[in-house]
């Protein structure tokens, strides 16, 4: 393997040292070094499944489990191993947190001035040049159209309301305003507002084009106006929670988690585990209660 040297320098060394010219792509521990992991199909000799076929990787024997099985979570009636799919997910989703959350870092200021202040992160359209940002774009919709909207998990903890938005984030309940009251939303000038001045206004009105008129319209104006009528905001920075934890603090697992009880196998009856029996005795009674009894080996 050469970097910066002629392929002649590097021949003449590895015959004075007695060793092959290693060549990219190649695989190291399952792992293939070199080629563009990214692609799906680069992936495909990462997971060995000798723990389906046998103890001995020469010999081929029929896989009597399912693998996406073996994946499941014990809670679904799987052995619990979790998906590389749903971990690499999570770890790219972990972005978008750090994305919302560290707003005055150079690198987040860096995605902002490409794609704006959102990233991107509210719209479908495509971005248009290929990037490390739309890698972790793309995952996010892939996701979604699997029915999996990791966004509906991180929700806005307003403060002094500087920083939120008073139509577009779930500030005030797990829905956005501007989905709960859509004829107020289009009424609306100003539909980039931040809560802080929404608030600083006598009334909620102030930048409509019009005052609400007569039935549905009226309606939502004042459930709207009963909701922040008493509503006071504290002089601290606004900030992100993710919902999925009692810390309120994103985590990779809570994420996986998720995405792999949605897409993964579900049994009739949960994986029991017995202190007292050996690990490989209880994974053998887990093949037999799956219907997948093998011979003996």
Known sequence: MRIGVSLNV?????SLIGCFILTTPFNYLGVKVG????????WDDVISKNFCYGVDGSDRKLAWIGWNMVLTSKKNGGLGVSSFFAHNRALLFKWVWRFLNNGSSLWTRFIKAIFGNKGVLDTHKL???RSPWQDVILAIHSLQSKGINLMDFIQKKVGNGENASFWDDSWLGEVALKVLYKRLYDLEMCKSIS?????GHPSLSHFFRRMPRGGVEQKNYDLLCSKVVDLVLPNISDRWFWSLEGSQE???KSSRILIDNTILPKAKVPTRWF????????????????KACSLIR
């Open 10 to 14: 590097v021949a003449t060394a590895a």
């Open 35 to 42: 080629s563009n992991m990214s692609r799906i199909t680069s």
């Open 127 to 129: 971005i248009p040049r």
């Open 195 to 199: 809560v802080a001045e929404k608030m």
């Open 250 to 252: 994103f985590s990779v």
């Open 275 to 290: 202190g007292v029996v050996p690990i490989k005795k209880s994974i053998a009674l887990w093949e037999f209660s799956n």
